[in-house]
């Protein structure tokens, strides 16, 4: 449950996480360009995360080990939204583009407001969910573009890609439903990516019978920047969790993907068809109506006056 006091201040979270979730999409490419295998680079991510935030716990006191409920929490959160999602994204990234796995985020609210409907949570309100709803059809139009400019070879790892949005949303349901009472955001952040780079390594030894480093020492203007992004970035996802609550927390797929488009053309030098463009433009609408509906205030109901002479 959101406390509407947190409002403003998740709203600024949205903004900051999504717009460097978008940001690192292209380093992926360019990692897999350079013959970065997709499960290493996700352990990039991960390690980043927990390296960088360990010492910070440290120097603040807030290091703990963890131990019952947030025990289960970081293993699930770290296998499930981290290590999945990050090692499916940077799969198909080489194949449909920085671009349309960004886009692939953007699917994640409304998969997630189906998934918070069935655990009976509270539910945006009307504003909000026609926000959701501009958002998915500006991503239809995008993806609809993008499929096209990709050719029929890339039909496959397109379709693939859906399966993120769904990881994404049982994820960020699971995140509220079985949060540790009186756990810290970084130190939840930090224990995932942990056991989020456990799982990856497991995985890639289970594949492969090593984990290729070597690739990694030739890209080292890619690595470090991926790290200090991921450091920089799920403090504030745990954040945005616990003060927006998973619907609000799935739109950072809005976010990235504006984002992910912009950087795509900018770095990498993609060219996405003026319709792409377009369905960009109505997720920034999209994204722009949620807002307003999260700022709104709720409506009050007003109480009869008590009659006089009543019991």
């Not at 349901?173 to 224990?191: C, F, I, K, Q, S």
């Not at 991926?226 to 969790?241: D, K, S, V």
Request: net charge positive; proline share 8%.
């Amino acid at each position: 449950m959101t406390d509407t006091a947190h409002t403003p201040r998740a709203i600024g979270l949205l903004l900051y996480t999504g717009a460097l979730l978008g940001a690192g999409l292209p380093l992926g490419k360019l990692a897999s360009g350079a013959g970065v295998p997709p499960l290493v680079w996700a352990m990039v991510i991960s390690a980043g995360a927990a390296g960088v935030l360990i010492p910070v716990l440290v120097v603040q006191r807030r290091f703990v080990l963890p131990r019952g409920r947030m025990l289960r929490y970081a293993a699930i959160s770290g296998a499930l939204s981290f290590a999945a999602v990050n090692a499916l994204l940077f799969w198909v990234i080489p194949h449909v583009g920085a671009g349309y796995a960004g886009l692939m985020f953007a699917l994640s609210p409304v998969a997630t407001l189906a998934v918070t409907a069935l655990a009976g949570l509270a539910t945006p309100p009307r504003l909000g969910i026609i926000g959701i709803g501009l958002g998915l059809a500006g991503a239809a139009l995008v993806a609809l573009t993008r499929g096209e400019a990709s050719g029929a070879g890339a039909l496959g790892w397109a379709v693939l890609a859906f399966a993120l949005p769904a990881i994404l949303a049982i994820g960020n349901v699971y995140r509220t439903l079985d949060w540790p009472e009186g756990a810290h955001p970084a130190a939840l952040a930090a224990w995932s990516h942990i056991f989020a780079l456990m799982a990856l390594a497991t995985f890639q030894i289970a594949l492969t019978g090593t984990v290729p480093l070597e690739p990694l020492h030739a890209v080292p203007h890619l690595v470090l920047p991926q790290m200090l992004i991921a450091g920089l970035t799920f403090p504030a996802y745990f954040a945005l969790q616990r003060a927006g609550g998973p619907v609000l927390l799935s739109q950072i797929g809005y976010v990235a993907a504006a984002v992910g488009l912009a950087a795509g053309t900018v770095l990498l030098g993609e060219v996405y068809a003026p319709l792409t463009w377009a369905g960009a433009a109505v997720i920034a609408i999209g994204i722009a109506l949620t807002i307003r509906a999260q700022l709104s205030p709720a409506p009050v109901v007003p109480r009869r006056a008590p009659c006089a002479g009543c019991a």
